[in-house]
Structure formats: structure tokens, C-alpha cells
């Protein structure tokens, strides 16, 4: 049995071969070993070998997920779990109700075993902002997993569940997935419910699967996908995630900068470019395209998604939810030492930049010019795909770093999204692909592909016969 391959275990559950409780207890041991990693916060492990004795007996349909033990990451609500987006303002808070992904995932007799560490909110780009301690790349434990769903990356790198629940707000799932060598997926804005998402910024957050091949992939979307009535920036139509034949001679557009910028490692560049050639040689119409905007995107978005962030997270209060100063001697002291004590820095930074964008004084300035920008990308966006079928880059500029690498200037790190966010500011698709690893370092390279807003199931199939085709043996 190939405990990488959902398909591979649910056939063995299936044909009696195996049984649910090995397949958690399988997992659990892999947690165990591989504790020096912190990828998890909290592990379930009684319940989810609880639920497995259930599967087990249960006679009769099986549901789609069957056996299929998933992770999530500490953003995403479990009702009478404890959820802290990794921040002390929310220690030991524990969630009243399930997010839509997770009553999805257990109709289906999915197993949640864990809560997986993440940077604080979402908000990082290494997970060196987690309240509770770096999560180790298991390739190199020098190194970064990326971020911000770095700990539900490194679950699935190193086998402690099949599949991981992150969430992608600028680049999030698709970062760490190239970092750790996973298919990392985040799909059109609007397909998965944000019910029970912990909101970072509401109009670019999606959440999203990590997970070692597309088959998983596409029978997780099949199950959380579709429109919820929780939710109302959703699709109100659901999308099939059947798959279907894909066309091999396609037209693909690059963006120049994207593989000439002096940020890119070198290594990226030649894996990126000799691909672009193969696509090339078989058949497949590649063309530059010109889009003015690659300077303008990183600003864009950190002006959007702090503005949105500092509206969303002044619902943590000390009164509200979690965590309570003991030091406040009047009202307005509960809300500033509460914060202070409970927020981590780069939580305050951004909510003091989205506090300053919405000021009356600056609103046009920035976020109003912000606001326009995104429009015109949107436009330009969809210029690009009424003439190709998918726009190729790669996912990150570099291979994982090492800790403290970008020290303490933010925008270094801010950098890290520069290919990332441009499909959380159009709502397009976007998956990284785990195709090379570098001959430098023998860190992985993730590529990314983005294709035109609902478009995800060509896309996923696609990106199938991507890997297939050209990931490097
Ligand atoms: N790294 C980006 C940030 O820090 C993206 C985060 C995310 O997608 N949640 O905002």
C-alpha cells in the first residue's frame, strides 16, 4: 500500500486489507517520531483512532473520503476544538461551531488529526511568526517550510496525515507547497466556503488542499467545493471536478519579468527556462506577454489585505473572544493591553498599516489607488486568458530559505509573494506544481500555473499531465 496515494489506502480499507485504525495509528507514530518538526499544535490522536474504530465498523456506503486522515491548519474551526491562528490572543480558545470545509469533510468519513502551527493570522510568508515556534522544513531542518501554512505544508512532506487544509490569502498554500516539494492548490476565489475560516483578508482568502499528487487533489475539491449559503461571496453554482480529456497542445503565456528579475535564484531561472523550452519543443504555443504592473503588485496587495486584516481583527478585544489582559485597570485598558500582550509584532504592523491606509486622510492615497489597481489587473488578467489557456511562472523567486535570512525587514520577506498574489488579487486559480528540485541545494522548485477564474477542474487535469510530462525524475 502507497501511503502517499489516497486511492492506494482507500483500496486497501476497501478490500479489507487494511483498516482504519492502522491507517491512523500508521500516521500518529509518524507524528511521534517527527515531534522536533512542530508542525502540529495539537494532535487528536484518542479521537481520531475513536473515529477509526467507527469507520471500521461501519457496514453499509462508505463516503468519498473514507478513511482518509487530514490535517488542518489552526485557522480553520472544528466545533469543541481548540482554533488559535497560531496567536496568544487566542490561547486556548475553542471553537463553538464547524466551518463549512470540515462538516464537508467528515459527511464524507474523512479523520481530522490535528491542528497544524501556522504564522500568526496567516500572516508570513516562513511561519517564523507562529506564537508557538518555527515549523522545520523536513528536507533540511535549516530551513524554512515557507509560509503561511507552513506546519499543514510539512504534514504531508513528511507523512503525519495524506492531506492538508491550508489557507491561501496572497500566496500561503502555493509558497510552502514549492518549499517543501507538494502540489499546493488555491482555487478560484469563491469555490470553497470561508464559513469558519478565521478571516485574514476577505476578499483574497481561500482555503485550499497540500497534497503529493492531483487524484487527491481533485477528490478533496469534489467534496468541499460548492456553494454554501454561509457564505456569500460564493460561486452559486458548483463546478464539476470530473475529470476529462486534456488538450496537449496548448497556448501558454509568460510574463518576462517573472524569469528575468535579479530576485530570482539562478537555479530557478535555468529549471524555468529549460521547461519553458520543452513546452515549446512539443508543440505547445508559448508567447511573452507585456504586463506593466509587476512592481505595482506586492504594494497592492499589502495595502489591501492590512486594510481588510485591521477591520477583521478588531473583533479580538479581550472582551470577545480569548485572551484577557490581567493588567487593565479600566475599559479602555482591557482593549489596549489585551491587544498588546496578545497580538505578535508583525500582527501589529499590519494592523497599524490597514489602520493607516483606511484613514480619512490617506483612504484615496492608498487605498483607493490600491483598490484601482486591483480592477486593472483583473483586467488585464482576463485579457491574458481570452487568448491562452494558462499563465506559467514559478511560485517563488527562490528555493527555501534559511531562518532569519530576510532578519527584520519586512519587505525583503514581503517579497518572498511577488509571483504569488497576483491570482488572490484577480479571484483566478493558481496551483504550484512540484517539478524540480535545485542542483545547488537540492531544495524543491515549485511551478506555478494560473488559468481563468473558474477554470479549476481543466486546470487541475491539466496540471496532471503536467507532472506526468515534465516533473524531473
Ligand atoms: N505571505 C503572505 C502574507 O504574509 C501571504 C499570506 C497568506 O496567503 N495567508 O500576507
Do not use: W
Not at 502540529?40 to 477509526?52: C, G, K, P, S, T
Amino acid at each position: 500500500m502507497d501511503f502517499s496515494n489516497y486511492s492506494s489506502i482507500q483500496a486497501s480499507l476497501l478490500n479489507g486489507t487494511t483498516s482504519c485504525v492502522s491507517v491512523v495509528n500508521h500516521f500518529l507514530s509518524n507524528i511521534e517520531k517527527q515531534k522536533h518538526l512542530n508542525a502540529f499544535l495539537e494532535v487528536f490522536d484518542q479521537e481520531a483512532i475513536e473515529r477509526a474504530k467507527m469507520l471500521d465498523a461501519k457496514t453499509g456506503d462508505k463516503g468519498k473520503l473514507y478513511g482518509m486522515v487530514i490535517a488542518l491548519k489552526d485557522n480553520i474551526c472544528y466545533k469543541n476544538h481548540k482554533v488559535s491562528a497560531s496567536s496568544k490572543i487566542l490561547e486556548n480558545y475553542i471553537s463553538i461551531y464547524s466551518s463549512t470545509v470540515v462538516e464537508r469533510l467528515l459527511c464524507e468519513d474523512a479523520i481530522i488529526i490535528g491542528r497544524t502551527n501556522c504564522d500568526e493570522f496567516a500572516m508570513g510568508s516562513s511561519n517564523e511568526n507562529s506564537a508557538y515556534g518555527n515549523v522545520l522544513n523536513a528536507l533540511d531542518n535549516k530551513k524554512v517550510p515557507g509560509g503561511s501554512s507552513g506546519g499543514s505544508a510539512v504534514a504531508v512532506q513528511a507523512d503525519m496525515c495524506i492531506l492538508s487544509l491550508g489557507s491561501d490569502t496572497g500566496g500561503s498554500i502555493r509558497q510552502p507547497a514549492s518549499f517543501c516539494g507538494l502540489v499546493g492548490y488555491k482555487p478560484s476565489y469563491g469555490l470553497v466556503s470561508r464559513y469558519g475560516l478565521i478571516a485574514y483578508g476577505s476578499s483574497f482568502d481561500q482555503i485550499g488542499p497540500f497534497s503529493k499528487n492531483i487524484e487527491d487533489t481533485r477528490l478533496l475539491m469534489h467534496v468541499i467545493s460548492g456553494a454554501d449559503e454561509h457564505d456569500a461571496t460564493m460561486l452559486q453554482k458548483n463546478i464539476s471536478f470530473d475529470k476529462t480529456a486534456v488538450n496537449t497542445k496548448t497556448k501558454i503565456a509568460y510574463i518576462k519579468d517573472t524569469i528575468y528579475n535579479d530576485a530570482l535564484e539562478p537555479q530557478v531561472r535555468e529549471k524555468t527556462i529549460a521547461l519553458l523550452e520543452k513546452l515549446k519543443a512539443d508543440g505547445h504555443e508559448l508567447e511573452a506577454v507585456g504586463f506593466d504592473y509587476m512592481d505595482y503588485l506586492i504594494p497592492a496587495y499589502y495595502v489591501l489585505s492590512t486594510a481588510e486584516a485591521s477591520s477583521n481583527l478588531s473583533r479580538f478585544d479581550g472582551v470577545h473572544y480569548g485572551y484577557r489582559s490581567t493588567n487593565a485597570q479600566n475599559m479602555d485598558q482591557v482593549y489596549t493591553k489585551s491587544r498588546t500582550e496578545g497580538f505578535g509584532k508583525e500582527v501589529k504592523n499590519r494592523i497599524m498599516l490597514g489602520t493607516f491606509v483606511l484613514s480619512s486622510g490617506y483612504y484615496d492615497a492608498y487605498y483607493g489607488k490600491a483598490q484601482k489597481l486591483r480592477r486593472l489587473l483583473t483586467d488585464n488578467i482576463n485579457q491574458i486568458f481570452s487568448k491562452y489557456d494558462y499563465l506559467i511562472m514559478p511560485t517563488s523567486p527562490t528555493t527555501a530559505f534559511e531562518f532569519d535570512a530576510k532578519g527584520d525587514d519586512p519587505v525583503a520577506m514581503y517579497l518572498a509573494d511577488i509571483f504569488t498574489v497576483l491570482s488572490n488579487l484577480t479571484g483566478t486559480p493558481a496551483i504550484s506544481l512540484p517539478l524540480f528540485k535545485s542542483n545547488e541545494n537540492n531544495m524543491p522548485i515549485g511551478i506555478q500555473l494560473m488559468s481563468k477564474k473558474y477554470s479549476d477542474a481543466s486546470l487541475l487535469d491539466f496540471s496532471e499531465y503536467f507532472i506526468e510530462q515534465y516533473q524531473e525524475k
